[in-house]
């Protein structure tokens, strides 16, 4: 499996924004890029995910570099409910399961 | 729509024991996956089934877990007999589709062991 690496915590104030890294240099060209999150005491939710472009849905953005060697998913103002632990996980074509790896865990203060 | 939905939500039991969780995906939902999560980590496949067929069963410790799925649908893991080390919480996801670079999984809230 392709690996990730992710800070292992961020902090960040409430209705600010929230840039959450990724690095996964030895991404293949087929990889897409997929992020989840873990709220307490809850199974993991899916977020968003891209291969190439830039994507936007409800939930956040994700911003994907050139290179395509890491990834950045940004939550636009961070509510109390973003509180969570972000897994960012590459797939390829034959990848039925999810390989989670730690993750960030975000803290939200009010 | 109804989420994937697991019973119990909690069990406590003592090593040696059997303990059984169930999960029924979301409707229409072709693939099963059941995870393991341990305390700081992030969740480990256990077995994925394509309707009512294995697909993956390769991190499965088969001397002491199995799990079925009766007719494409609901589906059981079981421990027997359980060690200490099966603390964790156990997730089932269901997906539409057989995996795949966008396929999403949608999880349920997990069922928490915790072996004596």
């Known amino acids: 499996d392709a690996k990730t690496t992710q800070p292992n915590s961020m902090e960040s104030n409430e209705e600010e924004p929230v840039h959450l890294p990724c690095n996964h240099s030895t991404i293949s060209g087929t990889d897409y890029i997929h992020w989840y999150r873990q709220l307490p005491s809850q199974g993991p939710e899916y977020v968003i995910h891209g291969l190439t472009s830039n994507v936007n849905n409800r939930m956040a953005s994700l911003a994907i570099a050139e290179d395509r060697k890491s990834s950045t998913l940004i939550l636009h103002r961070a509510t109390l409910r973003d509180a969570a632990v972000y897994y960012c996980i590459l797939r390829d074509v034959d990848d039925y399961k999810l390989s989670f790896g730690a993750g960030t865990t975000v803290t939200v203060r009010a | 729509e109804a989420g994937v939905a697991q019973s119990p939500r909690y069990k406590i039991i003592e090593k040696r024991q059997s303990v059984a969780f169930w999960c029924n995906p979301i409707?229409?939902?072709?693939?099963l996956y059941w995870y393991q999560q341990i305390l700081g980590q992030g969740p480990k496949l256990l077995i994925q089934?394509?309707?009512?067929?294995?697909?993956?069963d390769s991190q499965l410790p088969k001397d002491r877990f199995s799990a079925e799925r009766l007719k494409g649908v609901d589906s059981t893991l079981k421990i027997q007999p359980a060690k200490l080390e099966d603390s964790a919480v156990y997730l089932c996801?269901?997906?539409?589709?057989?995996?795949?670079?966008?396929?999403?999984?949608?999880f349920g809230p997990g069922t928490r062991l915790t072996v004596l």
């Open positions: 996801a269901s997906s539409l589709v057989a995996g795949g670079r966008t396929d999403t999984q949608y």
């Open positions: 089934f394509q309707n009512n067929g294995v697909v993956d």
């Open positions: 409707s229409g939902h072709a693939t």
